[in-house]
């Protein structure tokens, strides 16, 4: 169509192309040090796995019930909480209630603490093996940013077969499996010497080095760490195939005696 002027009314042509908008990126958000810090703490944790000690509670297993001394205090004080505001003397039963709750409750402490520790026994002084589990967890705490990831999950795992070695003790006979007492040295020194020393040693070859180790034989510090923690691993293993062995034969001879009562 042409206006009266003789000019075109309309522009022929395709319209230019609309230019396609730009996708906003998100801005970038500051690296915080301490953030990774507490990433890097989080994650070597979860490679060392639970600490030693806790293995030790758990494996020792919940303590029976409470003995008889405790549940006399705890009804005895229970009764005379409820029978105080009937009482003439309403302070005295009330604190006494209160006492006899309170010495309840230390009594159950110190029972399940008694138990904790018997299941040790076997292994030696269940206060010294205590004390050698809490000295490596820290130990451990402070060095592990400083040890390989393939050493952390060796020691985790090294960790979770010690403490079956040491709750499968503490529940043997060790007359019946005829056991070396070789064996139990053997644990006891592994949470006090064997395994803090081979951390420490490699952490302080890599320390004046500067992390480049190299031993005789052409091998790194940590290929050397590393076999060092196998190495004690499958020997805590062998010690429990023992264990487990030995009961075996235990069934057995027990068997052939029943039956030797015909």
Known sequence: MTDP????????GELPARASPRRRQP???????????????ANRKHLVGRPLTAALR??????????????LMLVGGIA???????????????????AALAAAAALWRQHR??????????VGDAGELQRDAECFDDYLEEVSRHLPQAALTTLARTKETLARVITALAAADLDAIDLAIEETFF????????????????VEATAVSGGCVVLEDGSTAEQSLCRQLDLLHARLERTLARIADGRAQALARHEAFVRSKK
């Open 187 to 202: 644990v006891r020194e592994m949470v006090a010497r064997y395994l803090p020393d081979a951390c420490r040693h490699y």
């Open 113 to 122: 603490a008694a138990s904790r520790d018997d299941s040790l026994t076997r």
């Open 27 to 41: 801005p970038l958000l500051p690296t915080s040090t301490r953030l990774i810090e507490r990433l890097e703490r």
């Open 80 to 98: 005379l909480l409820v029978s105080a505001p009937f009482s003439s003397a309403t302070i005295v039963f009330a604190a006494a209630g209160v």
């Open 5 to 12: 002027r003789g000019r075109d009314r309309w522009v022929a």
């Open 58 to 71: 758990a494996g020792a297993g919940k303590p029976g019930g409470p003995p008889p001394p405790v549940l």
